[in-house]
């Protein structure tokens, strides 16, 4: 690679570097002296990023490195960027279980007027492009912007101007493509996802030709892609594909995504969690307890006669008693990080962190009233008065001999003597 002028540099699955050739030095002459085997690419991406980024900048430059990381990791097309005096092809390849290799190639020495874009030389451009050129980009459905070897609109086809709410080619006036997409946004009213637009456009010089997202106002996005220098009288294209249906879709489908994954740790009847989810949270919290030497405490409670009520009025009254009291459930524990659940049938667990017992048996008794108190029926069933049975348990973090089933034991021991001294009651369990 180094006869070839390739630079190389292998990662493994884990994103530290594994080995490098002497072009990869020459490149980026940074590294020479720095680089090592088994250091996070990280740490290659600041050094490079301190050598290139103004004073200004720098503050950013810890998103400029995840996103670097993103783009190594997930890349799947070469890109070019400006590097001192040349134009740089990049490329990321997969190597499976052996993690990936990038390599470095220079393309073309950086043409006039890009060498220096604080001071750019002057030269003399074409006044048009070909009737050719223009009939094949005003066929395509995306949007095409031609920038000057300065970085000045010179042409766009219809598709392009449609998207920036402009009326015609001349009110390009030569701009730059960032004060177009600042003036598309000035008379909306502003949104995060515009600044961060903003700061998309300021860095993607120096990655010219990896797709990068901007918003529209009315909630419409395009993807741009630049391919620089393409032409030979200097001029490059700016692809802009209206992804705002594809953006749509994806949100739709994350949604629903999100709606199928509450469904599978949520009860069907009640809209409590699920035993799974119950189960999950419980195995989290006592770890955090462990660790924090903190308190966890549980009721577990019990619609009584239940299978009376369904026998005597019907499993559809059934039903509508255990929404019921699922959502009173739900009004009577508003503490943090408590979590409410149906446990399974009739049997519902209250789970509450930092919580001791003597607090665990004030709320216990609280809903215990709150139920009593609560009238249920209809035309057919009259009024119905329900009770509540309920055992609570707590354990601490300094009982490192315990498992979380042993909280599930307590408390649902202390239930059953609940039920055994006739209902209606709270009984604490003994530790």
């Known amino acids: 690679m180094d006869q070839l002028e390739v630079a190389v540099c292998v990662f493994d699955t884990n994103d530290r570097t594994l080995l490098w050739n002497d072009t990869f030095l020459q490149f980026f002459p940074e590294h020479a002296g720095h680089v090592y085997a088994g250091e996070d690419y990280r740490e290659n991406l600041r050094r490079f990023y301190l050598r290139r980024l103004p004073e200004d900048e720098l503050s950013g430059m810890e998103r400029y490195i995840e996103e670097g990381i993103h783009r190594h990791r997930h890349q799947q097309r070469a890109f070019e960027f400006d590097h001192y005096d040349y134009r740089v092809r990049v490329a990321s390849l997969s190597l499976g279980a052996f993690g990936r290799i990038r390599l470095w190639r220079k393309t073309a020495p950086l043409l006039t007027g890009m060498q220096d874009r604080i001071s750019p030389k002057q030269i003399q451009l074409p006044n048009q492009i070909s009737a050719d050129t223009v009939m094949a980009l005003e066929s395509l459905a995306d949007g095409i912007l031609m920038v000057d070897t300065q970085d000045r609109a010179v042409w766009a086809n ?80 700016f692809s802009h594909v209206d992804i705002t249906d594809s953006r749509r879709q994806q949100e739709k489908l994350r949604q629903l995504t999100m709606h199928l994954e509450s469904l599978a740790v949520k009860d069907a009847l009640t809209n409590l969690v699920n035993r799974r989810r119950f189960d999950e949270v419980l195995d989290s919290e006592w770890r955090r307890m462990l660790r924090s030497e903190s308190t966890l405490s549980l009721l577990m409670l019990d619609v009584d006669h239940f299978k009376r009520l369904n026998d005597t009025f019907g499993h559809p009254f059934g039903d509508e008693v255990l929404k019921c009291f699922a959502t009173l459930l739900s009004h009577c524990v508003q503490r943090t990080g408590s979590l409410v659940a149906r446990y399974g049938g009739e049997e519902f667990a209250v789970l509450l962190p930092n919580t001791d017992l003597p607090g665990a048996a004030k709320l216990a008794e609280f809903i215990r009233q709150q139920v009593e108190n609560m009238a249920l029926g209809n035309e057919k069933t009259r009024l119905v008065r329900i009770t509540v049975s309920i055992g609570a348990a707590c354990v601490s973090g300094s009982e490192l001999d315990l498992s979380s089933s042993t909280l599930i034991d307590r408390a649902d021991k202390a239930l059953y003597q609940a039920k055994e001294k006739g209902r209606n009651r709270v009984v604490l369990a003994n530790t």
């Open 158 to 237: 219809r598709s392009f101007l449609v998207l920036y709410g402009l009326p015609d080619i001349e009110s390009l006036n030569t701009r730059m493509f960032g004060d177009i997409y600042i003036a598309t946004w000035a008379h909306k009213q502003p949104t995060p996802d515009f600044a961060t637009g903003l700061s998309v456009l300021k860095e993607r010089q120096r990655f010219s030709g990896a797709p990068y997202v901007l918003a529209l106002p009315q909630d419409r996005w395009v993807r741009v892609v630049e391919l620089r220098g393409t032409q030979a009288n200097g001029y490059s294209f």
